[in-house]
């Protein structure tokens, strides 16, 4: 069956600084992949998503890269705020979308 | 506009009561979802409609009873829930059912059940 697994949090990071979230994915057939972000007492935002190997999604200064080789999809930003802290979700969709367990990231000032 | 709207944002119910969660969306999609999400957890599907016809019920319980009455609007109705059930349901939409359709969610409803 298809699984996401990200790396485990949480993440505290002060601002400014650059933030990398891994994520790698199972699947037996060719997913679309997403990132969703999820602030607190909120629903789930869409951030980016990539269709097919080799593309590159990026939004809000958030980016990340379709390796179908590394079957990986880890999300960077170069310097994050304090706006960014927020839950992140890395999923793939293959007829149903399925998530990773989630990473925490905090940002201080 | 990507916007979907649930009401009411918080709800609180006895076991006994009967209540229902609304969800509304005018991008013309025609799949909708309903996901369960508990504290520190990734949403779990519940059910999918697509063109108005449910197609995965992921083995849910019978006090959880879905309702699509037309293409913009999902409900679910609630009856004789435990307190396992408190969580945030989130309702999400998208333009079809399939690989390359993104989900848009809502800001959910906040259930506990007393």
């Known amino acids: 069956g298809n699984s996401v697994t990200q790396m485990e949090g949480p993440v505290t990071l002060s601002e400014e600084a650059f933030l990398t979230i891994n994520c790698t994915y199972t699947?037996?057939?060719?997913?679309?992949l997403f990132w969703y972000v999820q602030y607190p007492g909120e629903g789930l935002q869409l951030l980016l998503k990539?269709?097919?190997?080799?593309d590159k999604g990026s939004n809000k200064g958030f980016e990340a890269t379709y390796r179908k080789e590394t079957t990986s999809f880890h999300l960077e930003k170069g310097s994050v705020q304090v706006s960014d802290s927020a839950v992140y979700f890395c999923?793939?969709?293959?007829?149903?979308?399925?998530f990773g367990a989630g990473t925490t990231v905090t940002v201080r000032a | 506009d990507t916007e979907v709207t649930q009401t009411p944002k918080h709800l609180v119910m006895g076991m006994t009561n009967k209540k229902s969660l609304k969800c509304e969306q005018h991008?013309?999609?025609?799949?909708m979802y309903w996901y369960k999400q508990k504290a520190k957890k990734p949403p779990e599907l519940m059910f999918v409609?697509?063109?108005?016809?449910?197609?995965i019920n992921e083995s849910v319980p019978s006090r959880f009873s879905p309702e699509c009455p037309n293409s913009s609007l999902l409900n679910l109705h609630l009856h004789a829930l435990q307190p396992e059930d408190s969580a945030l349901y989130l309702c999400?939409?998208?333009?079809?059912?399939?690989?390359?359709?993104?989900?848009?969610f809502g800001p959910g409803t906040r259930l506990t059940v007393t």
């Open positions: 999400a939409s998208s333009q079809d059912v399939g690989v390359g359709y993104e989900q848009y």
């Open positions: 699947a037996t057939g060719y997913p679309s």
């Open positions: 990539a269709t097919k190997a080799d």
């Open positions: 999923a793939l969709n293959d007829y149903k979308l399925s």
């Open positions: 991008m013309g999609h025609r799949a």
């Open positions: 409609y697509s063109y108005e016809k449910l197609s």
